[in-house]
């Protein structure tokens, strides 16, 4: 079958290729790659993948190629449900002939649920969907195509038995070859990712069980099942013929470091080649294989510390204590490696109190820079079923976005109030930023470069704008 993949278009800056945990638009613009779709994509011969976000495509402009295909494949999210559904409708009223199937956590956890509230599209496939995608788009008979949920003939839904998750990971193809077929990577920006980035998974799974994060807990699972260094390393060095002008590596594994004989293995193939790469850490690495990555061309860790406070982590399950991520930090920058922090607002346990004791742990260990988030509970996460049991969602309708993008605060206890949540998000980054030392030393990366100090005042103008938004939407 003729196929097409689709981020589909949406309102202006959504970044829906980070789907490992969220989708929205982002303080800065920021962009990552859709790598879930290029998975499959890679496997469907004569196959084209469109991203229309970063591409700022809109729907007059993908008309050609989806009046031009026999099937279509779009992925979708909580937050991009509703407007992905308009974008099926109206692929079927241009193409009444097309197959249309939706992939991603959202259907993976809700098929039933998404096909009703969505008559345009034809099929969901479940958990990991890359060969489901592939059996789709090869014609074979939808009764035999494992992991897949479809309407039939007379039009009742029809869920088939599970796919099981794929063991050998080598046997899925690269996604760089079809970066370069489909996309620019000039389009893609993460403020803290040197431009131009490229990022891949070099496995799949998180052993964690963080009550939040979204793919483990609907696709990937919580076993770590890797691809061979091997196979990496030479993923790495074709794109780094290809793509010439790409100034960094970035394994979006959910957690690479899970694995510490591994990510130092990997490392030094890396440093044989040359590259510059950054990846996803656990505040827990020892200071021995920090060491083994830094020396061998990593420049950047992303931290999930989610919370300065021991009980919400407890809470969350987040398997970490305080201490050890201010010893890990305290490493990294001896070390000389650069850290972008994450944290969370709105947790389970969280008061006023909580997030001042967040905030002071955010400026006493101080990455390089910050993502503040809201506490985001995704269908098919614990910490849904946990806001549901407990009354915690204000809006049982939620889509956890507004209609332009900016992410609200789902969450209302009796003790914290959604809107007092959503405020302190701005209050954080205030306060973590607008620091002497802070402003300082981004002062100083932005002397030290005419580059990085067009790209910092680009995105000042962008963060400002962000808050004002903010204003609007509470």
Same mark, same amino acid.
């Given at each position: 079958m003729k196929t097409l993949f689709l981020q589909a278009p949406s309102f202006d800056g959504f970044d829906g290729g980070a789907g490992a945990r969220y989708q929205m638009k982002r303080e800065v613009r920021s962009f990552w790659y859709p790598t879930w779709l290029a998975q499959p994509a890679a496997l469907v011969e004569g196959s084209k993948l469109i991203d229309a976000p970063p591409?700022?495509?809109?729907? &007059? &402009? /993908?008309?050609?190629?989806?009046? @031009? #295909? &026999?099937?279509?494949?779009l992925h979708t999210s909580t937050p991009s449900f509703k407007s992905d559904v308009?974008?099926?409708?109206?692929?079927?009223?241009?193409?009444?002939?097309?197959?249309?199937?939706?992939?991603?956590?959202?259907?993976?956890?809700?098929?039933?649920? $998404?096909? +009703?509230a969505a008559r345009a599209v034809d099929f969901v496939a479940r958990n990991e969907f890359d060969f489901t995608i592939k059996d789709v788009a090869d014609g074979k008979p939808w009764s035999d195509i494992k992991g897949l949920s479809y309407r039939n003939a007379d039009g009742s839904i029809v869920h088939n038995e599970e796919r099981l998750v794929l063991e050998d990971m080598d046997s899925l193809p690269w996604v760089t070859p079809v970066y370069k077929r489909d996309l620019r990577i000039e389009d893609y920006f993460g403020g803290y990712l040197k431009h131009p980035y490229i990022s891949f998974y070099t496995g799949r799974g998180c052993k964690s069980r963080c009550t939040f994060c979204l793919w483990p807990q609907t696709v990937g699972g919580h076993r770590y099942r890797v #691809?061979?260094?091997?196979?990496?390393?030479?993923?790495?060095?074709?794109?780094k013929q290809a793509f010439p002008q790409n100034k960094e590596f970035f394994f979006d594994d959910d957690t690479l470091t899970d694995n510490l004989p591994r990510v130092e293995a990997l490392a030094k193939e890396l440093g044989k080649i040359g590259v510059t790469w950054s990846c996803n850490a656990k505040a827990n690495v020892p200071r021995k294989t920090l060491a083994v990555m830094r020396e061998n061309g990593l420049r950047l860790l992303l931290v999930g510390y989610? $919370?300065? @406070?021991?009980? /919400?982590?407890?809470?969350?399950?987040?398997?970490m204590r305080v201490e050890f991520a201010r010893r890990f930090t305290k490493d990294c920058h001896e070390l000389g490696i650069v850290i972008h922090g994450t944290f969370i607002l709105g947790l389970p346990g969280e008061t006023k109190e909580t997030i001042q004791e967040t905030l002071n742990?955010?400026? %006493? +260990? @101080?990455p390089h820079t910050i993502q503040v988030s809201l506490a985001a509970p995704y269908p098919g996460t614990f910490l849904y079923r946990q806001a549901?049991? @407990?009354?915690?969602?204000?809006? %049982?309708?939620? &889509?956890?976005?507004?209609?332009?993008?900016?992410?609200?605060?789902p969450l209302n206890y009796p003790h914290l109030s959604h809107t007092e949540i959503?405020?302190?998000?701005?209050?954080?980054?205030?306060?973590?930023?607008? #620091?002497?030392?802070?402003?300082?030393? /981004?002062?100083? %990366?932005? /002397?030290? $470069?005419p580059q990085m100090m067009k790209r910092r005042l680009r995105e000042g103008a962008e963060f400002f704008s962000f808050l004002r938004q903010r204003h609007d939407t509470a």
């Open positions: 591409a700022n495509l809109k729907f &007059d &402009d /993908i008309i050609p190629e989806v009046k @031009n #295909r &026999d099937l279509v494949v308009k974008t099926a409708e109206m692929i079927k009223a241009l193409n009444p002939q097309v197959k249309i199937g939706f992939i991603g956590a959202k259907v993976a956890v809700e098929p039933e649920k $998404s096909l +009703i #691809r061979s260094i091997e196979n990496v390393v030479a993923e790495v060095k074709w794109a989610e $919370s300065g @406070n021991q009980q /919400i982590l407890f809470n969350i399950k987040k398997g742990f955010a400026k %006493e +260990i @101080n549901k049991e @407990n009354g915690w969602l204000y809006n %049982e309708e939620i &889509d956890l976005l507004t209609q332009e993008g900016t992410q609200i605060a959503f405020a302190s998000v701005e209050d954080f980054y205030k306060k973590f930023y607008f #620091r002497p030392s802070k402003i300082a030393s /981004i002062l100083a %990366e932005m /002397i030290a $470069s």
